[in-house]
């Protein structure tokens, strides 16, 4: 009796040695090849640097494309203002969801939420800003949003001060100015080309607060979206963006038309030239490593 009793435990454990093995084995695997969700956290390739992704959205804006895991791979902060979310709107002793700002205004399309977070947030930016509309992708983005930010390249950013995500084999949207300007009161009555060179000719100033001289003539790639960094916005007093932003709530102007004009000169604003048209080839080397790119930043 003894003696079987040997032999059957001698028998499991000549048969339980490679059932071990096999379960030693594919614990290493599995470890190796598929490791926990803690150690799966995206690397930040830059954690010296903070990013704020501000968007301008409405009501009926559909961020499906803005998801925890893009958010969280890509390490932008993200500050989501509601245009359809204003002081006047919010009931008595309410606040609105942290992830839907407000702005005191519902004006000017996407300058709003734009100087409203310049002016908020002043004193404490981030390193760089990436102001984006909602949409997933439109006809002006040569790459989906999510692309945008998943590729931009901050160092350029912090290089240049001021990158527009649409890159173009030549200049869109020339305008000639020809110097002349009118009353702030009266920009309603005035031809496009005044209009830009009167809010140039009250808000556009040098490093030592005078006013600079109107160019001739200004080009960008539209449309409203475009990173910046912490040192190009510093270029302006934060009375200077207040002022632009009260001039935005004040004007008689119209959404459309006072939103328009700020879209045609913020590469002005942020310290760019007049004439703002990068080459397309190294606009997208520099802006989201597509192309033949050789050499550093």
């Given at each position: ?56 959205t409405t009501a009926s804006s559909n961020l499906t494309w803005l998801t925890p895991s893009l958010i969280e791979s890509t390490h932008w902060d993200t500050y989501i203002y509601n245009t359809s979310l204003t002081p006047s709107l919010l ?130 790639p539209c449309c409203a979206q475009f990173a910046v960094s912490r040192e190009a916005v510093r270029r302006r007093s934060l009375a200077e963006w207040e002022a632009l932003r009260d001039w935005l709530v004040q004007t008689e102007l119209g ?43």
């Amino acid at each position: 009796m003894a003696l079987t009793s040997h032999r059957t435990r001698r028998l499991l454990l000549f048969i339980s040695k490679p059932l071990l093995s096999a379960l030693f084995v594919t614990a290493l695997l599995r470890l190796i090849f598929y490791p926990s969700s803690s150690s799966k956290k995206p690397i930040n390739p830059h954690p010296h640097l903070s990013k704020a992704l501000i968007l301008a959205t409405t009501a009926s804006s559909n961020l499906t494309w803005l998801t925890p895991s893009l958010i969280e791979s890509t390490h932008w902060d993200t500050y989501i203002y509601n245009t359809s979310l204003t002081p006047s709107l919010l009931p008595q002793n309410s606040r609105s969801s942290p992830s839907q700002l407000t702005v005191p205004l519902n004006k000017g399309n996407e300058a709003m939420p734009y100087l409203t977070f310049l002016t908020t947030h002043y004193h404490t930016l981030p390193s760089l800003m990436f102001f984006h509309h909602d949409h997933s992708q439109a006809w002006h983005q040569p790459f989906s949003s999510s692309f945008e930010l998943r590729h931009l390249n901050p160092l350029t950013v912090l290089r240049d001060g001021y990158v527009s995500p649409r890159c173009l084999p030549g200049c869109e949207n020339v305008i000639e100015l020809s110097g002349d300007v009118v009353p702030l009161e009266e920009m309603g009555t005035a031809t496009r080309e005044v209009q830009i060179s009167t809010l140039l000719h009250n808000f556009w100033l040098d490093k030592n607060g005078n006013r600079q001289k109107i160019p001739e003539k200004i080009a960008a790639p539209c449309c409203a979206q475009f990173a910046v960094s912490r040192e190009a916005v510093r270029r302006r007093s934060l009375a200077e963006w207040e002022a632009l932003r009260d001039w935005l709530v004040q004007t008689e102007l119209g959404s459309r038309q006072s939103g328009r004009l700020l879209e045609w000169t913020w590469h002005l604003w942020f310290g760019k030239e007049a004439v703002f048209c990068p080459e397309e080839e190294k606009c997208l080397c520099d802006v989201y490593g597509v192309g033949e790119c050789g050499g550093e930043l």
